[in-house]
């Protein structure tokens, strides 16, 4: 007999029953409305931040949507698993996928903060400038570093992912139990990796080459254009590319000629008679280089560096602010001293001195060194 104090029995909606396809359109609207939740948060965030961290907005910062919009939804979805009423198994596989995805989107996000990070650093540091010394520092040490850790982020992320599978656990605690033999033998085989992991933070620490150095390496000289997580690509003069794996510069010897300040000396030599007038030539060379665009004013001078039998070396040193001003000025310093000599004193040109000897029937005959004689070679010594 119904009682007339009984309360009344309320039947719940059929959405709010737990049962698994309600449990499983659940977890589909939190993952949605977490994934529009944090959508409209990086929205706001750039829109508030257009101004004051334009810099970082113009970096690119849209590359940490995506793990940010795959992580916290995700993270969202393992929390609400418990509160369903799947089986056992259904919730283990839920929450290994969800845990899956939720690694791959903290390495994710951990290298795209990475990457935008370098971009702000090579604005800031641009090396287009004329004295980009320490943007080249600054821009070699992030590049280097930045491709060392993410390198370390893709082999932890992926090294995490594979342990959440029980056969792989598996294998991994066979091989801690042979940690001997396994040990040797994974430390053969990564041996080249380590080493240039190692060679990659000493470049980036010690600083031994930049980002734009000029270089002289196996014979060719050129410019560091890119250095990569195992080997440096150096642009040499004619457009070619050297490739030049990164333990070579900890191992082999090379000349950085922009190690400290990109201004270097040029030197031109030039070999002339002992007659040549080297005050001349100074007084004559001063206003061509001082008014030179590509003298940097720092230091000219003309010496006499040698000296030999045909003749005496001619040697101008100037200066100039990189290697590729100095080689344009040490061309024009060259053409115009030749051209010069050649109108004012022809014979000052290099020249060879003999001692020809003629044997007649009166005796012999010399022209010695110094003698103002004309002889016909032809009739000397050629064929008669």
């Not at 939804?73 to 596989?93: C, G, H, N």
């Not at 042979?178 to 933070?201: D, N, Q, W, Y």
């Not at 440096?232 to 300040?261: C, E, G, K, S």
């Not at 070999?271 to 004559?284: H, I, K, L, M, N």
Request: glycine residues 6%; contains cysteine; proline residues 5%.
């Amino acid at each position: 007999m119904h009682s007339p104090l009984a309360e009344p029995t309320m039947k719940m909606p059929l959405l709010f029953e737990n049962t698994d396809i309600n449990a499983t359109v659940w977890m589909a609207i939190v993952f949605a409305a977490v994934w529009l939740v944090v959508k409209g948060v990086m929205l706001l965030v750039r829109w508030l931040g257009r101004y004051r961290w334009k810099e970082w907005i113009d970096a690119d910062l849209n590359a940490v949507d995506g793990p940010l919009l795959l992580g916290l939804p995700a993270a969202a979805v393992l929390a609400s698993v418990p509160a369903t009423r799947f089986e056992q198994t259904a919730v283990e596989a839920i929450r290994h996928g969800v845990t899956i995805a939720v690694i791959i989107s903290v390495g994710w996000l951990t290298v795209a903060v990475t990457q935008v990070a370098r971009r702000v650093v090579e604005r800031r540091y641009q090396m287009e400038v004329e004295d980009n010394r320490k943007a080249r520092a600054v821009n070699t040490k992030f590049r280097v570093l930045t491709r060392v850790l993410i390198l370390l982020v893709i082999i932890v992320t992926a090294g995490a992912v594979l342990t959440t599978f029980p056969a792989i656990r598996a294998i991994g605690a066979g091989l801690l139990a042979s940690a001997g033999v396994a040990g040797l033998v994974i430390g053969l085989a990564a041996r080249p990796f380590v080493e240039t992991a190692l060679a990659s933070i000493q470049i980036a620490l010690t600083e031994p080459i930049n980002l734009d150095d000029v270089l002289i390496v196996e014979g060719e000289w050129g410019r560091v254009e890119e250095i990569c997580a195992t080997y440096v690509v150096v642009r040499i003069w004619d457009d070619r590319r050297l490739v030049v794996p990164l333990t070579y510069f900890i191992n082999q010897p090379f000349q950085n000629w922009t190690r400290h300040t990109a201004a270097i000396t040029g030197v031109v030599a030039v070999t002339v008679d002992y007659r040549t007038p080297v005050d001349e030539v100074r007084e004559a060379l001063r206003p061509v280089i001082e008014s030179h665009p590509n003298w940097n004013g720092r230091f000219w001078n003309v010496q006499i560096s040698d000296a030999d039998a045909r003749g005496m070396t001619l040697r101008v040193l100037c200066t100039a602010a990189d290697a590729s001003r100095a080689w344009d000025l040490r061309c024009d310093v060259r053409e115009w001293l030749i051209a010069w000599l050649n109108a004012n004193h022809p014979d000052c040109l290099p020249r060879m001195r003999a001692e020809l000897e003629k044997e007649d029937g009166d005796g012999k005959v010399s022209m010695k060194p110094g003698q103002d004689q004309k002889v016909d070679l032809q009739s000397t010594v050629g064929p008669k």
